[in-house]
């Protein structure tokens, strides 16, 4: 059961969402909410139904965001390091050393990186494996951002993953629904990457 929102939390999420503020780089955090509060506590009785339900996430993100753990995070240079050396290694992704930077620069820019870094090594690997997907590497490569994007969308449930394996055999399986690959990888991601 959700918590209904605080007039101050609407008003912050609120304006994020629809009130632009003059010079917004030169303002901190604290002074950009304390005026969008303001702005909005005017305007709070205006909202709709869609309206509130999407400050209600905006605010349920803002909050995951806020509360990630560093240790979680990690270290963003680390990181980097971590992912260029795996997406270099023939054990990874084995790039050339320039695509493996582009891939370590686009991880560590994440929000979570070692968290998007670690869920994409699964799914890559349930990807290309062929106990998995058994894709080619740029269509495993693919899934992987497919589902590593969802998961950091939905604030890292780290479910996704699981419930595609799940879903997936069950589908593929002679024992299940005996579809086709392609069916079964459409049936798990239908069933399991709900937008």
Not at 42 to 59: F, S, V
Not at 64 to 93: I, M, R
Request: hydrophobic share 35%.
């Amino acid at each position: 059961m959700k918590k209904a929102l605080s007039t101050t939390a609407c008003s912050l999420i609120s304006a994020l969402i629809a009130q632009p503020i003059n010079a917004a780089n030169s303002y901190s955090l604290y002074e950009k909410s304390f005026q969008i509060t303001e702005n909005l506590h005017y305007y709070e009785h205006l909202l709709t139904r869609g309206q509130i339900q999407e400050i209600d996430n905006l605010l349920n993100r803002i909050n995951f965001v806020y509360n990630l753990p560093s240790e979680k995070c990690g270290n963003p240079d680390t990181v980097y390091q971590e992912a260029y050396h795996w997406a270099y290694s023939s054990k990874g992704l084995n790039y050339l050393s320039s695509k493996a930077q582009d891939f370590a620069e686009r991880i560590s820019q994440k929000m979570c990186p070692s968290l998007y870094l670690d869920t994409f090594k699964m799914s890559y690997d349930f990807g290309y494996g062929s106990s998995g997907l058994n894709k080619v590497k740029s269509s495993a490569v693919e899934f992987a951002y497919m589902i590593t994007d969802y998961e950091q969308l939905h604030y890292y449930p780290l479910t996704a993953l699981a419930c595609f394996k799940e879903k997936f055999d069950f589908a593929y399986s002679t024992g299940g629904l005996n579809k086709t690959k392609s069916q079964a990888e459409a049936y798990a991601k239908d069933k399991c990457l709900i937008n």
